[in-house]
């Protein structure tokens, strides 16, 4: 829902929630993933294992996918990631940081290039004691996009 923005502890809150939602049984690992506009709406995800392990898909492609139809790609301004383990207290626990995988940044990169808004991304530890900021530029240089494909385009148009 829109409204005031959230603060960097509460996104934070928001991801770590998410995790509790994870379908993790392989890895044990939860993710979540809270992903906030300009005006304060919040789109989440958490990661989601299969039995055929490498379809898994990543808690930030799950809330990429949220955002998208909740309030557009090109609306996102700032994302929080949280992962570890859920705890004996049912919370998430974990004191190291997670940063999104490589795959996901160039997920992340792709809403950035619909906006040109350079997306930050904070990462936190499961625990939610510790947290980093960076922005995707910071996270991906030089990243692949739709400008590559121009020459291809130009070409199918003749
Ligand atoms: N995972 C995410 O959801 N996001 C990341 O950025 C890193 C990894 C998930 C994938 C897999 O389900 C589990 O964490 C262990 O790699």
Do not use: W
Request: net charge negative.
């Amino acid at each position: 829902m829109a409204g005031k923005r959230h603060t960097r502890a509460e996104l934070i809150a928001l991801a770590r929630n998410a995790a509790l939602s994870a379908h993790a049984r392989y890895s044990g690992f939860s993710v979540g993933c809270a992903i906030e506009t300009e005006d304060g709406a919040v789109a989440t995800g958490s990661n989601m294992e299969n039995a055929c392990y490498r379809l898994g898909v990543c808690a930030e492609i799950s809330a990429l996918t949220a955002a998208q139809q909740a309030f557009g790609l090109a609306k996102v301004r700032r994302i929080a990631v949280a992962g570890g383990r859920i705890g004996e207290d049912g919370t998430l626990a974990g004191t190291q940081t997670v940063t999104p995988c490589g795959g996901c940044r160039q997920s992340i990169a792709e809403a950035r290039d619909l906006s040109g808004f350079d997306i930050e991304v904070i990462s936190a530890s499961g625990d939610g004691g510790t947290s980093s900021s960076a922005t995707i530029s910071a996270l991906l240089p030089a990243s692949f996009g739709r400008d590559a494909l121009r020459d291809a385009e130009d070409q199918a148009r003749g």
